[in-house]
Nanobody
Framework: QVQLAESGGGSAQAGGSLRLSCAIS????????MGWIRQAPGKAREAIAT???????SYSASVKGRFTVYKDHAKNILYLQMNNLKPDDTATYYC???????????????????WGQGTQVTVSS
C-alpha cells in the first residue's frame, strides 16, 4: 500500500518562502515519478513540478526559477521549496506519485495514481 502525507503548508507574505514536505510510505519499486500538483479555487489541477528516480526534475512555467523539487532518499521524503511566493500561488498543494512510468518530465496531473490529502498554501500581498 502506497501512502503520501503532505505537511508544511500555511500562510506567507508575497516574496516569502515555504517548504512543503511529503512523507512517502509503502513499496514503490522502480521507475517512480513524484510530483507536486496544486489546485486553486475554481481552477483545474496544475502539475507544477515532477522528479524522477534519477533526480531529474521539470517545472511548469508558472513556478520555474522560484520552486525546487527534490527528494531525500534516506528519509523517503519529497520536498518542494517555494521561494519568492506570489498571491497566485495560493492553492491546495498535493503530493502525487506514479510507478513504472515511461516518462516523468512535464507529467500531467491526470497521470498520477497516488495522492496525498493536500496542504493549503495562502500567500497575501
Amino acid at each position: 500500500q502506497v501512502q503520501l502525507a503532505e505537511s508544511g503548508g500555511g500562510s506567507a507574505q508575497a516574496g516569502g518562502s515555504l517548504r512543503l514536505s511529503c512523507a512517502i510510505s509503502g513499496s514503490f519499486y522502480v521507475r517512480v515519478c513524484m510530483g507536486w500538483i496544486r489546485q486553486a479555487p475554481g481552477k483545474a489541477r496544475e502539475a507544477i513540478a515532477t522528479v524522477f528516480d534519477d533526480g531529474s526534475a521539470s517545472y511548469s512555467a508558472s513556478v520555474k526559477g522560484r520552486f525546487t523539487v527534490y527528494k531525500d532518499h534516506a528519509k523517503n521524503i519529497l520536498y518542494l521549496q517555494m521561494n519568492n511566493l506570489k498571491p497566485d500561488d495560493t492553492a491546495t498543494y498535493y503530493c502525487a506519485a506514479e510507478r513504472w512510468v515511461t516518462y516523468c518530465t512535464d507529467r500531467g496531473a491526470a497521470d498520477f495514481s497516488y495522492w496525498g490529502q493536500g496542504t493549503q498554501v495562502t500567500v497575501s500581498s
